[in-house]
């Protein structure tokens, strides 16, 4: 299961109820900061969530209302938050741009108050632990090195406990061993085989996380089957001209690729103030359901059987 929480849905410019991008992603005890915005430390103290374990930041693009809370964060983790380290992926460019932010305005020649990497990607895994990944993708918008992130669980074969408790396996390590796939002997001379209590491998929750985009037929295949889908909404469709124009997408190009894509959750942020929340809803919906539009400090839940955690 993967966790978001929204620290801020507006596009472009900050409104009076909604601030600038930026979404922390949470699985058990990781976390990453997908962008971050003007005003996202604030967010952050505001959500409760603390600065505790947020040391990876993944950056969709190097635009201003995605990028410039880099530096007041920075700030403050000089003065009085402490973390063991911190690392920002993102593009060439975004971090060309990033680099400048922070050294040359922030540090000025000062040693950042903990180990502090940026770290150039490009498409393809970023990040790896036991039971998920994290995988960058292209998107197209205005500029080089635009990104999105897909966070996927690895496929695992469930653990039945009916079936062990029938060959009368202890609990304990003998079943640890068995859901690590090893085969184990019981005192009574029996060999126990993981095939033996491991069910068939299922898939795990999928969650993919679109920044600024401009176009969705390259975005179909990434998209695919995803549990919770994440992606901009800056426009309706009435100005699908101005969208094109600026490289944004509508909120019914957003719930057209949903539908396409067989995504269970569609989920709408980067909401445009020119905009009533519910016209922009009402747009998505009448083509894809199952569509929320974010507001800061919603949270939801993202597993094979969606549960929105507001």
Known sequence: MFEILFLGTSAS????????????????????????????????LQSGIGFKRLTRILLTHGHLDHILGLGGLLSTLLRWESIDELTIFGGKSTLERVRVLLYDVVLRGNQPPMPLTLKEIKPGVVFEADDFTVTAFSVTHRGPDCLGYVFEEKARRPFLSE??????????????????????????????????VLGPWEKGSK???VGDAGRTDNLLEVCKDA???VIESTYLDEEADMAKQFSHL??????????????????????????????VIAEAQSIFNNTAVARDFDTYQIKKEIENGK
């Not at 949470?26 to 990453?32: A, D, G, L, V």
């Open 13 to 44: 410019a900050p409104s009076a109820k909604r601030g600038l991008s930026g979404q922390v992603v949470s699985h058990n005890e990781y976390r990453f900061l997908i962008d971050c915005g003007e005003g996202t430390q604030r967010q952050i």
């Open 163 to 196: 079936k062990a408790d029938e060959l009368r396996v202890p609990f304990g390590p003998e079943r640890r061993d068995l859901v690590a796939g090893k085969e184990i002997t019981l005192p009574d001379g029996r060999h126990i085989m993981p095939d033996d």
């Open 207 to 209: 969650l993919v996380v």
């Open 227 to 229: 549990d919770g889908l």
């Open 250 to 279: 509508t909120a019914r190009m957003g719930a057209e690729l949903a539908t396409k894509a067989g995504v269970k959750k569609l989920i709408l942020t980067h909401i445009s103030r020119r905009y009533r929340e519910k016209d």
